[in-house]
């Protein structure tokens, strides 16, 4: 039976305890999920961790709404139980084992206290022995791995919220609650068991994380190539917890009036094109609602011959576009039983074509206006009102990164996606696009959009860039010592020229070929993607194309086949880092795939840890703000960048199980992350 402490006689029994035992379970009960919006903690609970043993649980209220509650408990001052904790939470020698322990990092930080020793979090833990699961909150894996405790309290707990703070829709899954409960509201006799019980919950969870991990499932084979362990992976894990609570605490500065100039722009062009689309129809009411949608194309001399696929096991309508590789593939009657037109970008850009072909100047007029509202309204809404909508008072933005948001290891983001900002490259529809209107519109909305996120006043950005980090890592893995040398001997060594001289095509079709090999497309994906890139293949032609690469490169062949071939048998994958990929059986043509991204996504963890250690070590005035795929992005005053960015470079470019050149481009940002010059480390 747990405790909640009242007074400080229990406080000091507590204290008694805690300098006799080592590690210790943590968990924070919050009146909100945001330090950086004013959320603060409530309640501390706590509990010892000892092996095969029950040493109880503590909970310790501050700031619940009522001082005193009906069962006569009552606040402890915060004050006190901070100066309390203090010591022993910044002890190096302690084990802090805990669920999400960025959370507690974060919220402890706000309070001015921060977290010494090692941390253990079984979030984390448990996505690195099975990363197929859907979940990993602590609800749903008690209920798959602790199936004989019972959550009682939480039950209760979830009883009193719904009334007391009941779900509502906010445009996410419908009747979803608002994620920021405030847990202050709560009374302390209701929230107190619940954080107690939390607490027991992760106790056991991190001791069947040690019996999971003793039975050695994770363990195997690698294709004869250099393997971590699970503890070597493990403790890199947890460093990395430590790491990414201190890039969201921190966050990236956003320059919200130019912001909200683009805002205003955009949405205007977007209403003169949606006003366009009236003019030409007559009957253009909003393009989300396909009905009306439907007629205003009639309207316009056009006919809806694309339609979703239905879902899969589904028999009622929805599901996705067609794929845009696939594009050549549509007729008119294909997925015509869902009812719902696919407007998705080849779909548009077959529209386009084929009125422009047959002079259907109107209904050409109309999809254009269509696409243009379209790209428009998902860019300002997508990008530009979230990054708003989630700026601080200081115009900061704290997305959030998570370890177990991907199968493969590498990171997800969140809150918002930082790592989904659009790049002035632009995309394959966009380049589609442009080449089919002849234009090249360098100023174009998502081209734009990092011209949002701007230095801290008297830095600057760097930006620490890996060169083609999926291809060099397929060389590696393949072990093709011919392209291997040649790395060594010249690590700039474009990979997509030395595919371009195998199959005697253009750089630009090798690049295409290239990328499918890696995501397991098949032939005729493959020439589908071509041929939506402006290039002329025929399906023969591709298999060709495909042959002569696992001719020069049977390496490549060879690690295809074992990928998928160890997919289908044993269900996963696992890569030089030790993590355990899961594979679907209906998806084993995407083992390469998974092992390539997992690898590049576990590269970026190893440095992200490393240079983390070599800052707080050495005092470097860096801070680490973004990691974008194979980018690293800190902020720092520029008089540093010369000591600074080759210490960093250096670093990434040194990668224990890759025994490989990995060269990194470095470029600086004195005003905005779009505008980057290149740097060259002496």
């Given amino acids: 039976m747990g405790k909640i402490v009242q007074d400080e006689n229990s406080l000091a029994v507590l204290g008694s305890?805690?300098?006799s035992e080592k590690a210790w379970v943590l968990d924070v009960e919050t009146s909100g999920l945001c330090a950086e919006f004013g959320a603060r903690i409530c309640g501390v609970a706590l509990g010892a961790y000892r092996e095969g043993?029950?040493?109880?649980?503590?909970?310790?209220?501050?700031?619940?709404?009522?001082?005193?509650?009906?069962?006569?408990?009552?606040n402890l001052e915060s004050r006190t139980v901070f100066n309390f904790l203090r010591p022993f939470l910044e002890d190096s020698t302690r084990v802090w084992i805990g669920h999400n322990l960025k959370f507690e990092?974060?919220?402890?930080?706000?309070?001015?206290?921060?977290?010494?020793?090692?941390?253990?979090?079984t979030m984390v833990i448990w996505h690195c022995i099975n990363s197929s699961l859907h979940t990993y909150s602590l609800e749903s894996l008690s209920a798959k791995f602790l199936k004989n405790e019972k959550r009682e309290s939480w039950e209760i707990l979830e009883k009193y919220l719904a009334k007391s703070q009941p779900k509502v829709n906010l445009g996410g899954k419908k009747g979803s609650r608002d994620k920021s409960l405030n847990y202050s509201l709560v009374p302390i006799e209701i929230l107190g068991?619940?954080?107690?019980?939390?607490?027991?919950?992760?106790?056991?969870?991190?001791?069947?994380?040690?019996?999971?991990?003793?039975?050695?499932?994770?363990?195997?084979?690698?294709?004869?190539?250099?393997?971590?362990?699970?503890?070597?992976?493990?403790?890199?894990?947890?460093?990395?917890?430590?790491?990414l609570a201190d890039m969201e605490s921190y966050g990236v500065l956003v320059d919200t009036k130019k912001a909200v100039k683009m805002l205003e722009e955009g949405m205007g062009v977007a209403e003169g094109a949606m006003q366009k689309m009236w003019d030409?129809?007559?009957?253009?009411?909003?393009?989300?609602?396909?009905?009306l949608f439907r007629k205003s194309l009639e309207n316009c001399g056009g006919k809806i011959r694309y339609w979703t696929l239905p879902e899969k096991g589904k028999?009622?309508?929805?599901?996705?576009?067609?794929?845009?590789?696939?594009?050549?593939?549509?007729?008119?009657?294909?997925?015509?039983?869902?009812?719902?037109?696919?407007?998705?970008?080849?779909?548009?850009?077959?529209?386009?074509?084929?009125?422009?072909?047959?002079?259907?100047?109107?209904?050409?007029?109309?999809m254009k206006a269509f696409y243009e509202w379209h790209g428009l309204t998902f860019i300002m809404t997508t990008f530009v009102e979230n990054l708003l909508s989630r700026a601080d008072s200081t115009g900061r933005v704290h997305g959030q990164f998570n370890q177990t948001g991907t199968k493969t290891g590498r990171l997800a983001a969140s809150a918002p996606n930082l790592q989904n900002q659009a790049t002035e490259k632009g995309t394959h529809d966009q380049a589609a696009f442009e080449r089919f209107f002849e234009i090249h519109d360098e100023e174009a909305a998502n081209r734009r959009i990092r011209d949002l996120f701007v230095p801290s006043p008297g830095k600057i950005l760097v930006c620490w860039d890996y060169k083609s980090l999926e291809y060099?890592?397929?060389?590696?893995?393949?072990?093709?010592?011919?392209?291997?040398?040649?790395?060594?001997?010249?690590?700039?060594?474009?990979?997509?020229?030395?595919?371009?001289?195998?199959?005697?095509?253009?750089?630009?079709?090798?690049?295409?070929?290239?990328?499918?090999?890696?995501?397991?497309?098949?032939?005729?994906?493959?020439?589908?993607?071509?041929?939506?890139?402006?290039?002329?293949?025929?399906?023969?032609?591709?298999?060709?194309?495909?042959?002569?690469?696992?001719?020069?490169?049977?390496?490549?062949?060879?690690?295809?086949?074992?990928?998928?071939?160890?997919?289908?048998?044993?269900?996963?994958?696992?890569?030089p880092f030790g993590r355990w990929v899961s594979i679907p059986p209906d998806a084993a043509y995407k083992a390469l795939n998974a092992y390539i991204q997992g690898l590049g996504g576990d590269i970026m963890r190893y440095a992200l840890v490393r240079i983390y250690c070599e800052i707080k070590r050495n005092g470097w005035p860096l801070q680490l703000i973004l990691t974008v795929h194979d980018e690293i992005v800190g902020e720092m005053p520029e008089k540093f960048?010369?000591?600074?960015?080759?210490?960093?470079?250096?670093?990434m470019e040194v990668i224990p199980v890759v025994d490989l050149p990995l060269p990194v481009d470095v470029e600086i940002c004195r005003e905005s992350w779009r505008k980057r010059e290149k740097y060259v480390c002496g």
């Fill in 17 to 19: 305890l805690m300098a």
């Fill in 53 to 74: 043993a029950h040493v109880g649980e503590y909970y310790l209220p501050i700031r619940h709404a009522g001082i005193v509650s009906k069962e006569g408990y009552k």
């Fill in 105 to 121: 990092l974060k919220m402890m930080s706000a309070e001015g206290l921060g977290i010494g020793g090692s941390l253990v979090d």
């Fill in 193 to 243: 068991p619940y954080a107690m019980e939390d607490i027991k919950a992760e106790r056991s969870l991190c001791a069947a994380a040690g019996a999971a991990v003793q039975t050695g499932k994770h363990e195997g084979k690698n294709f004869g190539l250099p393997t971590w362990g699970f503890k070597e992976l493990w403790k890199n894990e947890m460093e990395l917890v430590r790491v």
């Fill in 280 to 291: 030409l129809s007559g009957n253009c009411s909003s393009p989300s609602r396909w009905t």
């Fill in 315 to 366: 028999e009622k309508p929805g599901g996705k576009c067609k794929g845009k590789q696939k594009g050549d593939q549509f007729t008119e009657k294909a997925w015509e039983s869902t009812k719902r037109p696919c407007f998705n970008s080849a779909a548009v850009l077959r529209y386009l074509q084929e009125y422009k072909t047959a002079g259907n100047h109107r209904a050409f007029e109309f």
């Fill in 472 to 575: 060099r890592l397929a060389a590696f893995a393949s072990r093709d010592r011919d392209l291997m040398e040649k790395y060594r001997q010249n690590p700039d060594l474009d990979y997509h020229e030395e595919t371009a001289g195998i199959i005697g095509f253009s750089r630009s079709v090798a690049k295409t070929v290239n990328f499918g090999l890696l995501y397991g497309m098949g032939v005729k994906s493959l020439r589908g993607l071509l041929v939506y890139l402006g290039h002329s293949v025929t399906v023969e032609e591709v298999r060709g194309l495909i042959n002569k690469i696992y001719s020069a490169r049977p390496g490549l062949k060879r690690l295809i086949d074992d990928c998928s071939r160890t997919a289908a048998q044993q269900g996963y994958i696992r890569n």
């Fill in 641 to 651: 960048v010369g000591e600074l960015a080759p210490a960093v470079a250096k670093i």
